[in-house]
């Protein structure tokens, strides 16, 4: 159910992937089964934050977090720290240093587990954040770091997001 309603949300139906993802958290946490439920939670904060609710967003972003960390579940720990550094990065309360933060840990931390694609995504975020505050050298840096690792990786879908990335800033 969590699975549907983040793919509904990433492909803009994010009305019914957010009820899918509300019952699958509800149902997670009613049945007692820790499996999944702090990922489940993590796919909330993001669908919420598609819908603008960033403030409903990043609650859930750090519930997950504590979730994950009370759970020492170190893998999708890294998915939560990039959720709330993609979070703080955009949101309407912008906070660069709190996104800068989770996205530094997070890198470190997918590192030491070998989720190179996730240190990926984090070298992206950190380049748009980092085009965002107007530091044009570090935003091109992680953009080439993202746009390499991507492409050593053969990650079209996302080489090609971060090669629009890099475009759209020279």
């Known amino acids: 159910m969590w699975s549907l309603g983040a793919a509904y949300a990433l492909t803009r139906r994010v009305n019914d992937g957010l ?45 997950a977090l504590s979730l994950t960390r009370e759970r020492h579940e170190r893998g999708f720990e890294t998915y939560a720290l990039r959720a709330l550094g993609d979070l703080e990065s955009c949101s309407s309360h912008f906070q660069p240093e709190a996104a800068e933060s989770f996205y530094h840990e997070a890198t470190a931390l997918a590192r030491e587990l070998g989720m190179r694609p996730l240190v990926g995504h984090c070298h992206l975020g950190l380049g748009k954040l980092y085009r965002r505050t ?10 080439a770091i993202a746009t390499t690792m991507y492409r050593e990786m053969d990650m079209r879908f996302y080489l090609e997001q971060a090669e629009a990335e890099m475009r759209g800033f020279v």
């Open 134 to 143: 107007g530091q044009r050298e570090l935003a091109q840096e992680h953009f």
């Open 19 to 63: 009820s899918l993802l509300h019952q699958a958290v509800d149902a997670l946490e009613a049945s007692g089964l820790g499996a999944f439920q702090s990922l489940a939670v993590i796919r909330l904060a993001e669908a919420c934050g598609l819908d603008g609710r960033y403030k409903e967003a990043s609650a859930y972003g750090r519930r």
